[in-house]
């Protein structure tokens, strides 16, 4: 099978109508499968439970930044993981400082419940530029320009990778690190407007024809600016010369 990635929510961090930017990806090597959500903001949980066919199966989770909208469903996440009576452990990936939030945002919501969830969390903090393992899966740290420091991840399984840009751009020296990658799902906050720690339709779009990326997902996308240009970006994507698509909620893609 390979990696297939299913988008669970696509939204920036304050959409009414689309839940925060959480993506679903399942990786099968030698018969194994692998579940990992790609961040799991304000309102991802949700849309988590909506979306996978057996949520209780996760493996990993990966934080991509510490902004409520890719870290603070983890509270819903794990109580409900709780409630449902998991006992798998669960690794949650991220870069320094995840464990030490996770707790606290856990402590706010819902306090003592930490030590009573019933089953293990194993934190893996991720080092920029360095390889790693999350839930057996090889993957790549990767820094973007970001308010706050912010890792994507790569991962790759059988001669196949994914990107994960988590918010913001990457910087042009980073773009090689892509070069052949299958699926890039990255934030592209606005069409072209440069807005400081984000990223763009056509920013994202130069690299990924940079880097020669077989597809792009284009994800939280700023709500107005979404809204404004949705009937229009399918033309501008095709005159791009990039494999590119907004996905919906719900949507997936087989690598
Ligand atoms: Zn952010």
């Known amino acids: 099978m390979g990696m297939k990635a ?3 929510g696509v939204g920036e961090a304050f959409d009414e109508d689309l839940s925060n ?9 030698h018969g194994d499968v692998r579940k990992l959500l790609l961040d799991c903001g304000f309102t991802a949980a949700p849309a988590f439970w909506r979306f996978s066919a057996d949520p209780l199966d996760l493996d990993a989770i990966w934080i991509s930044h510490l902004h409520g909208d890719h870290f603070l469903g983890l509270p819903q996440l794990l109580i409900r993981f ?13 870069g320094s400082g995840t464990s030490g939030s996770v707790k606290k945002a856990m402590e706010l919501a819902y306090p003592g419940k930490w030590d009573r969830l019933g089953f293990d969390i194993e934190f893996i903090e991720a080092v920029a530029e360095e390889s790693f393992h999350l839930a057996g899966v090889q993957a790549l740290a990767i820094p973007v320009e970001h308010s706050v420091p912010g890792l994507g991840i790569k991962l790759h399984a059988q001669d196949m990778s994914l ?3 988590g918010d913001g751009c990457l910087k042009k020296r980073f773009w090689p690190m892509l070069e052949g990658c299958d699926v890039a799902v990255c934030e592209a906050f606005s ?14 779009l130069s690299m990924a024809r940079s880097a020669e990326i077989r597809l792009t997902a284009l994800v939280h996308m700023q709500r107005e600016e979404r809204r404004r240009h949705k ?14 698509f907004l996905p919906e909620p719900g949507d997936w893609v087989k690598l």
């Open 6 to 8: 299913l988008f669970c």
């Open 21 to 29: 930017t959480s993506i679903l990806v399942e990786v099968e090597e």
């Open 82 to 94: 709780s409630e449902h009576g998991r006992f798998k452990p669960l690794q949650i990936g991220g």
């Open 163 to 165: 990107f994960y840009s």
């Open 191 to 204: 069409l072209e407007e440069s807005v400081p720690g984000h990223s763009s339709v056509s920013r994202v």
């Open 231 to 244: 009937d229009s970006l399918q033309k501008y994507l095709e005159e791009s010369q990039a494999e590119a």
